[in-house]
Each structure stands twice: as structure tokens, then as C-alpha cells.
């Protein structure tokens, strides 16, 4: 199974500052038929089900503010929060699609200073 | 509006049996894939089973492989996680997901499963 790891754990920011978390898989998720990293982004608020925000590794889902970006390819992704808002308060998952089961990385909280 | 709502959670002894239910509206069911995830309480994420669009070809973590069984209805847009041989290790959330392909794009809101004497 494709193993995900993120980093860090968990972190805290002010209100205004630019949040990046990374996401690092045991293999690479960048498939060459398709040129694409299988590669999604989730949202998940306390007692919320997780949300979308990113699939194949930087394509913004439906009515995600463009604060939010990913990057990378291959094994290292970055989930990006440009300018952290209040609402963003959650915790956030790397899932990778490229093989084998689905699988997600642990997740990493993210809290106000 | 894509909706995906869950039933069917509950409490349940070791070795039981529980069957939950998902029931889509806001799009053409049978044009996607469904999956179910599942999350302990406190701990993450972990992908448990899907389906194709046609139901011939389905997928399950190995620790649940002989003991769930997903299914689909197109015509009810409806779809069912059998779940038997409970273990305690079972217990979590469970959320229906649809699945485009396998981009997890449409959550529902989840149940409850606690395997517990």
C-alpha cells in the first residue's frame, strides 16, 4: 500500500498569515500516461465530514477560495493557505488515488495563534 | 444540490451484523462510483470499500475483505454496506462517498457504528 505521511502534525497560525503543509508518499503518484499526480486535498471541521478542496494535486474543487492552492508532483505535495482565515480551522488530509486501496496521510491540525 | 445521506448506524456485539445505507439525489447516481470511509473516533481517515458505476466491480481494505459486502441499486440510487463479523476494531463514523472515479467529491454526513459488549 502507498504509505502517505504529513507534516507537521499540527500548527498554529495568526489570523493573515500564509499556512503550508506538506504531503509525502512512499511512491511516486505521477502517472505517465496521463502526466497527472493522483493526488487530492481535504478539508475536515469539527463535527463536519471532509471536503474537497483538491484533486490531482492542484486542481481547486467547486467553490474553493482561491486562498487555497497544492503544488508538486511526484512523492512531495504542498497544500497552501495564502492568507489564513478564521474559517480555516480544521484539520486537513493528503489522499492519494494512484493505486492499491485509497489511502490518506494522518492528518494535520491547524489552529489560531 | 448532490446529497449523500447515510442510515443504519448503530450499537452492535462483537461478531454481529449491521447494514448501512446511503441514498443519493442532486445527480445521475448510476454515473458514478460510491465509496464508503470510514474514521474512528479521534483518529483519521481510512477508504473501507467502493463500487463502479454498473456494480460489476468492486474494491475492500483487506482487513475487512470476507466480512463487508457493498452494493448499489441504480434504480433507487441507493447504496448498501453489508457489514458482518463485527470486530470492536470496526467502530467508527461511516460515510457514503461519491466518487469520481476515485475523487472523493461528495460526502455525506455519516454514521455511527460502535462494536461493543
Known amino acids: 500500500d502507498i504509505v502517505m505521511t504529513q507534516s507537521p502534525d499540527s500548527l498554529a497560525v495568526s489570523l493573515g498569515e500564509r499556512v503550508t503543509i506538506n504531503c509525502k508518499s512512499s511512491q511516486s503518484l505521477l502517472s505517465s500516461s496521463t502526466n497527472k499526480d493522483y493526488l487530492g486535498w481535504f478539508q475536515q471541521k469539527p463535527g463536519q465530514p471532509p471536503k474537497l478542496l483538491i484533486s490531482w494535486a492542484s486542481t481547486r474543487g467547486s467553490g474553493v477560495p482561491d486562498r487555497f492552492s497544492g503544488s508538486g508532483s511526484g512523492t512531495d505535495f504542498t497544500l497552501t493557505i495564502s492568507s489564513l482565515q478564521a474559517e480555516d480551522v480544521a484539520v486537513y488530509y493528503c489522499q492519494q488515488y494512484y493505486g492499491g486501496p485509497i489511502t490518506f496521510g494522518q492528518g494535520t491540525r491547524l489552529e489560531l495563534k | 444540490e448532490v446529497q449523500m445521506v447515510e442510515s443504519g448506524g448503530g450499537l452492535v456485539q462483537p461478531g454481529g451484523s449491521l447494514r448501512l445505507s446511503c441514498t443519493a439525489s442532486g445527480f445521475s447516481f448510476g454515473s458514478y462510483y460510491m465509496h464508503w470511509v470510514r474514521q474512528a473516533p479521534g483518529k483519521g481517515l481510512e477508504w473501507v470499500a467502493d463500487?463502479?458505476?454498473?456494480?460489476?466491480?468492486?474494491h475492500y481494505l483487506d482487513s475487512v475483505k470476507g466480512r463487508f459486502a457493498i452494493s448499489r441499486d441504480n434504480a433507487l440510487n441507493s447504496g448498501i454496506l453489508q457489514m458482518s463479523s463485527l470486530r470492536v476494531e470496526d467502530t467508527a463514523v461511516y460515510y457514503c462517498v461519491r466518487g469520481d472515479g476515485w475523487i472523493l467529491d461528495h460526502w455525506g454526513q455519516g454514521q455511527m457504528v460502535t462494536v461493543s459488549s
Open positions: 463500487i463502479n458505476q454498473d456494480g460489476r466491480n468492486t
